[in-house]
């Protein structure tokens, strides 16, 4: 049984995400600190705030809503993943491993959300 969000293995995997995301963002150029640096960190942290502000919502249809901006977000982040790995800001590894985060969150969301639709 759920205690709470941090129970959750998709709050816990996002927020695993976002932790990755640092790490990889801490080494681009200074220049891009106030540009895609910050817009990517912004989009890796709003997932599990997203996640677990809608498991804090009183009813299933609010939570649902939360869930499809965590997932809106998790798109984004995928994007600005690529464009970076484009600019040449991230390896050919770390980017691998990053897609690898992103695809099992993006899996779990789906069918969190999938499950929340189909109750009553």
């Known amino acids: ?15 695993q995400l976002s932790l990755e995301v640092y790490k990889a963002t801490g080494e681009f150029p200074k220049h891009e600190l106030y540009g ?9 942290v709003s997932i599990p705030s997203n996640i677990s502000e809608g498991y804090g919502r009183k009813t299933t249809k609010e939570y649902v809503q939360f869930l499809y901006v965590a997932y809106g977000s998790l798109c984004e982040l995928e994007t600005q993943i690529l464009l ?3 600019l040449g800001y991230i390896e050919a590894e770390r980017l691998k491993t990053l897609q690898d985060h ?6 779990m969301l789906k069918a969190l959300i999938k ?6």
């Open 1 to 15: 049984m759920l205690r709470n969000y941090k129970d959750l293995q998709v709050w816990q995997k996002a927020y």
């Open 102 to 107: 992103i695809g099992e969150v993006e899996r």
């Open 84 to 86: 970076s790995a484009d």
């Open 115 to 120: 499950s929340l639709e189909r109750k009553p």
């Open 36 to 44: 895609i640096t910050a817009q990517i960190r912004r989009a890796a």
